[in-house]
Every structure is written in C-alpha cells, then in structure tokens.
C-alpha cells in the first residue's frame, strides 16, 4: 500500500502535536522545549556549567559522529582493495585521555565552589526564615510575625498535630502564622529555608530556583537558602514519588515586591499553638490506636 506525500506529512506531524500537548500540562511560564527561566540567585551558574557541559559534549559528539561517518564510507569494503589492520596510535590515546581528565577536573573544581556557595556558606543575618514541611500531601508553611523569628523547629517533635515540631512555650512561635499549599516570598531578600517531612520522603524542588532539596522525615534541613531577583508565579511540585496522592502534591509559590509580601503578610493571624502540638509522633500514634 502507497501513502500520498500529504498522509505521510500529517502522520508525521499529529503524534508530535499530542506530545507537545501533553507537555503543556505542566504549569510553567515559560517554554517547555527548553530550561524555565531563573529567577534564583545561585541559578546562573548553575546555568553556565550546564551550558558549558551541553557545549563541550555536543561538539565532542559532531566531532565523534563525523569522523565515525567519513571512516565508514572512507574504509567500506571495496573489490580489489585488501582491507588494513591498525594497532593503534599510542600518542593519540594519551592525547584523547589526558584532554578530557582535565576538563573533567576543571568541572568538579567549578562545580564542587558552587555547591560550597550554596549550601555550605551560612545564609546572610537578614534572610527571612520560613519553614515548609511536607505531608501526604500538601505543604505546610509557617512564617515568622512582625519579631522576624520562627519558633525552634525539632524534628524529633514533628507529628500529626505538630508539622513544624514546635514548643507552644517558644515565645519567638507566638506570632508565627501558617499557610497551607501557598508560598510567597518577597524580591532581592535572601530566605533561609527550614524543610521537613511528617511521614515520608518529599522533595522541595522550583526549576526556576535551580532548587531540589530531599525531605527525609527525622531531620530538619536549616542549610538551603536563596534569593529571587524577579517577581512571578511558580510552582512548588513534590519532587519525590511519595504516594498515590504525588501528582496532586503541589503549591502556589509567588515571588512579589517586598511591599506586597509585607501587606500579605499582615494580613495573616498568628497561627493558634494547642496542647495538642506538643504530642511528639509517637505518642500521636499510640493515641490513635
Ligand atoms: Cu510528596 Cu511526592
């Protein structure tokens, strides 16, 4: 059977239109065939080693597949001509395996000062805290009041009632106030992150951050910071295969001007701290037996 030019076209074409439709379905505001934009401080370089890497292997792989393609046309078997047997060549094998050990150096030094900048260096005295707990699933936020502290996060004390694993008696707790799936963050201040988990592994992750971070539940994760240098909206999706509930594990996370987010946030009350919140997990979980 004999398909016409413009068959063949469209059966072509329509598999690549469904696929770029189903693509869509992430929310994002910028294009999905390429990275989301970076609004994070640390993403540029971030960025820059990846576009270096994409363009070291990309010539790498022209050069590799052009010479692959010349040999093969260059060499093919041809009546008449005996075929020849090469050994090798020892100086080009020192050549090809001394280049890329350096370059491969080069990139763990660069890589390894980054990752040191980002989670190593303690945060700047002025980043807001703000602790975000993950749950099956959904995100639990809590925000610092007007005294600009949040209480004493312990993991050990984290449980049902208690997702941030406070002390009702911290005084610096009294004022903190609490949102659920909404994140918002002023412009150009540096955030000191606090990540949990209450029951499994989550991951907080925004692309246009450059930002993924594990949640493992036990541990209270006070290194991870960052600052956004422009406004918008994004999402906060749950990195981590965690349930059923996973697709669903998603947040508003808006970055706006500092005036906006002070507004905001006065407009939240303080988050009430019951007797309940002191139950540690265990004994929530005796409880409820
Ligand atoms: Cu939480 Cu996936």
């Known amino acids: 059977m004999r398909f016409s030019t413009r068959t063949r076209f469209w059966a072509v074409l329509l598999p690549l239109v469904f696929v770029h439709q189903a693509l869509q379905a992430e929310i994002r505001e910028t294009s999905v065939w390429w990275l989301p934009r970076n609004v994070n401080m640390f993403g540029h370089e971030i960025d820059f080693i990846f576009y270096v890497i994409l363009g070291l292997t990309g010539v790498t792989s022209v050069a590799v597949f052009s010479v692959m393609i010349y040999f093969l046309v260059k060499y093919r078997a041809r009546p008449g001509v005996p075929a020849i047997h090469s050994h090798g060549n020892n100086t080009l094998e020192v050549v090809w395996t001394t280049i890329p050990v350096f370059i491969f150096l080069a990139l763990a030094i660069y890589g390894n000062e980054q990752w040191t ?18 749950e099956q699933f959904g995100w639990n936020v809590r925000y610092p009041g007007p005294d600009g502290k949040l209480a004493t996060m312990v993991a050990s004390k984290v449980g049902k009632e208690n997702p941030f694993g406070v ?73 981590q295969l965690c349930g059923q509930g996973h697709y669903k594990m998603f947040g508003k996370l808006s970055v706006v001007p ?6 905001w946030a006065k407009g939240k009350a303080p988050v009430k701290v019951s007797a309940q919140e002191t139950k540690t997990t265990a004994q929530v979980t005796v409880a409820e037996r």
Not at 118 to 128: E, F, N, T, V
Not at 258 to 263: L, R, S
Request: aromatic share 14%.
């Open 258 to 263: 500092v005036a906006e987010y002070e507004a």
């Open 117 to 134: 900048q980002m989670r190593l260096r303690q945060p700047p005295a002025d980043a807001i805290p703000v602790a975000v707990v993950g």
């Open 167 to 239: 002390d009702p008696a911290d005084p610096a707790g009294a004022d903190d106030f609490t949102t659920y799936n909404e994140v918002v963050f002023p412009v150009d201040r540096p955030i000191r992150l606090y990540l949990g988990s209450k029951d499994v592994i989550h991951a907080f992750y925004v692309p246009e951050f450059r930002l993924y971070q594990d949640m493992v539940p036990g541990r209270v994760y006070d290194f991870v910071w960052l600052k956004a240098e422009a406004t918008g909206n994004f999402q906060l999706a749950c990195n």
